[in-house]
């Protein structure tokens, strides 16, 4: 007989639910929200490509980006990059190695406009994306040249800053390209 009970109740919840649902319409609804405009949609729409696809007009040399390194980024990573609360962010331009396991810009990273990407993301941590696109050039032309990649003079634009090979572009395997 409690068998028989429990049937009924799997039958029966199932009916109401539906019943409730349909009675109110905006329930069935999804509830998507308004569509973004295209300026709103601009705000979050900021990936750059490791090739450089992404990258908004703009231009700064290392001399600039200096000033600014000092203002907004030395209290962490350290006056000339060596790292403090933060790690570093300069070392030899030259891949990794058992003498020199640095893991920083110019030994590790294989591409340039990551460095754009990630600073105008999320860097100084307290004010991420505050930076504009002139700064975050200048930003980049200096830790590029503080790690001996480009010189004091070039200028980082979106053609320059995607044209720059790093020392350590060959140290990476490529699980997801097909040779
Ligand atoms: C309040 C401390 C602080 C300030 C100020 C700061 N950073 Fe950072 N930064 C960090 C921390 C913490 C990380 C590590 C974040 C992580 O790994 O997700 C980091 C990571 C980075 C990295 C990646 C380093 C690597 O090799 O992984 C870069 C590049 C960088 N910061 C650049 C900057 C620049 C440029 C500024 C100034 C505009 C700045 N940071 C200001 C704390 C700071």
């Known amino acids: ?21 349909a009675a109110d319409a905006d329930v069935r609804a999804p509830r998507l929200g308004t569509p973004l405009s295209p300026g709103e949609v601009e705000k979050w729409d ?3 490509f490791a090739d450089g696809r992404g990258l908004p007009p703009g231009k700064g040399t290392a001399k600039d980006g200096r000033v600014i390194y000092e203002q907004k980024c030395a209290s962490c990573h350290g006056l000339h990059g060596e790292g403090g609360t933060a790690e570093e962010l300069v070392s030899e331009p030259k891949p990794p190695s058992a003498d020199n396991p640095s893991k920083a ?3 590790y990273w294989p591409f340039a406009p990551t460095i754009f990407d990630f600073v105008r993301r999320s860097m100084p941590p307290a004010a991420a994306e505050s930076l504009t696109a002139d700064d975050t050039y200048a930003l980049t032309a200096y830790l590029l040249a503080a790690n001996g990649v480009i010189g004091e003079g070039d200028e980082m634009n979106a053609k320059t800053l995607a044209a720059v090979r790093m020392p350590n572009r060959d140290g990476f395997i490529w699980i997801d390209v097909k040779k």
């Open 1 to 21: 007989m409690s068998m028989l009970r429990h049937v009924a109740a799997a039958i029966f919840v199932p009916v109401v639910a539906t019943s409730v649902i």
């Open 105 to 107: 810009i110019g030994s």
């Open 46 to 48: 900021r990936t750059i």
